[in-house]
């Protein structure tokens, strides 16, 4: 099967960098992503890693080390719509993706 | 067009009723999901269908059932629920299932059983 680790919580003052770590054991791992979902909302998806290194997109870096088998999403100038939960996940060659259990990032002005 | 519709958007139903849930996309992806979320935990797996065919069933009772009537389709078939059935079903889509890299979701179906 497959386990993932996350911070529960994190919070953050706006305009502010918050680093979301990723732990994970799995058989057959593909890639990890992460998703964010808002209070009543659906997960969007933010960012993937295949290969070790860092995918950067607009204010959300994901960085991933296949040999640690651990990743982060990086978050920068944090803005308060930024508030919600964020999910990483593994991806299997099976086809299956297995959530985390999420973390909640808070933003305070 | 991105979006992975769901319909209805909340279902309230008895333990003795039938009801269906369905889920479109017209994103041209061959890989399409059930997914069940709790309130404050993770969306669980519950079925992939790749190429319209059932790929992965994570062990659902059986009074879940999928159909996939054609690539742009998914339903869920509920019979029988218990309370304990009670939350949000997601649907979601990928261009493929051996490489899910981005899952589309939809808006999900709050589903309440009495």
């Known amino acids: 099967g497959q386990s993932l680790e996350q911070p529960s919580e994190v919070t953050a003052v706006e305009g502010a960098i918050v680093q979301i770590n990723c732990t994970y054991q799995?058989?057959?791992?593909?890639?990890l992503s992460w998703y964010q979902q808002h209070d009543g909302g659906a997960p969007t998806f933010l960012s993937y890693n295949a290969l070790d290194g860092l995918e950067e997109t607009g204010r959300f870096s994901s960085f991933l080390s296949r040999s640690d088998s651990y990743g982060y999403l990086l978050l920068q100038e944090l803005q308060m719509k930024d508030s919600a939960s964020y999910f990483c996940?593994?991806?299997?060659?099976?086809?299956?993706?297995?959530f985390g259990d999420g973390t909640t990032l808070t933003v305070k002005p | 067009d991105t979006e992975v519709t769901q319909t209805p958007k909340h279902l309230v139903m008895g333990m003795t009723n039938k009801k269906s849930l369905k889920c479109e996309q017209h994103m041209g992806h061959r890989a399409m999901y059930w997914y069940k979320q709790k309130a404050k935990k993770p969306p669980e797996l519950m079925f992939v269908y790749s190429y319209e065919k059932l790929s992965i069933n994570e062990s659902v009772p059986s009074r879940f059932s999928p159909e996939c009537p054609n690539s742009s389709l998914l339903n869920l078939h509920l019979h029988a629920l218990q309370p304990e059935d009670s939350a949000l079903y997601l649907c979601a889509s990928s261009q493929v299932s051996a490489t899910n890299e981005k899952l589309f979701f939809g808006s999900g179906t709050q589903l309440s059983v009495l």
């Open positions: 799995t058989s057959g791992f593909y890639g």
């Open positions: 996940a593994v991806t299997t060659n099976a086809g299956k993706s297995t």
